[in-house]
T-cell receptor, first 109, second 112 residues
């Protein structure tokens, strides 16, 4: 089976940097995804890692270590609109995405 | 706007009833996925269809069923509804080769 852990809530200050961690256990591995979800809205795709290392996309970066079953999402220059839930999801060998319960990020002034 | 459409946006019904949720994927996407999101469980995968055929099944109850039609739209049927079925139901679609899933706006189901 698959198990995904991420912190339930985090708070950070506008303009700062925040790192949201995700650890996972999966049989087979075919990619790790990060999605952003504002309350009551659809998840939107942020990043995809299938190889070890850092993927950078503007203010957002995502890191993956397959040997450690670990990923993080790094958000720089935080803005109030970044207040949302961030969902870590893993795709196993032949299974669709399994999502973690999400990390609710609050950005404060 | 992801290009995935879902109807209805909101649905309120009573226990024991049956409802049908509808999803139209992005143009050209052959895969459709259904998810249930409740406050305490997070986003739970229910079922996937690819070009009209069931591809994968997750934690879908026997009271729930789905299908994908030749025009690629999909319907999720929920029957003998219980209070615990109240949730947001999302549909997502993906390209054949790409990893990303595009989510629709969801249907909020309230069972009273």
């Amino acid at each position: 089976g698959q198990n995904i852990d991420q912190p339930t809530e985090m708070t950070a200050t506008e303009g700062a940097i925040v790192q949201i961690n995700c650890t996972y256990q999966t049989s087979g591995f075919n990619g790790l995804f990060w999605y952003q979800q504002h309350a009551g809205e659809a998840p939107t795709f942020l990043s995809y890692n299938v190889l070890d290392g850092l993927e950078e996309k503007g203010r957002f970066s995502s890191f993956l270590s397959r040997s450690k079953g670990y990923s993080y999402l790094l958000l720089k220059e935080l803005q109030m609109k970044d207040s949302a839930s961030y969902l870590c999801a893993v795709r196993g060998g032949n299974t669709p995405l399994v999502f973690g319960k999400g990390t609710r990020l609050s950005v404060i002034a | 706007d992801s290009g995935v459409t879902q109807t209805p946006k909101h649905l309120i019904t009573a226990t024991g009833q049956r409802v049908t949720l509808r999803c139209s994927p992005r143009s050209g996407d052959l895969s459709v996925y259904w998810y249930q999101q409740s406050l305490d469980q997070g986003l739970q995968f229910l079922i996937q269809y690819y070009n009209g055929e069931e591809r994968a099944k997750g934690n879908i109850l026997e009271r729930f069923s789905a299908q994908q039609f030749p025009d690629l739209h999909s319907e999720l049927n929920l029957s003998s509804l219980e209070l615990g079925d109240s949730a947001l139901y999302f549909c997502a679609s993906s390209e054949r080769t790409g990893p990303e899933q595009y989510f629709g706006p969801g249907t909020r189901l309230t069972v009273t």
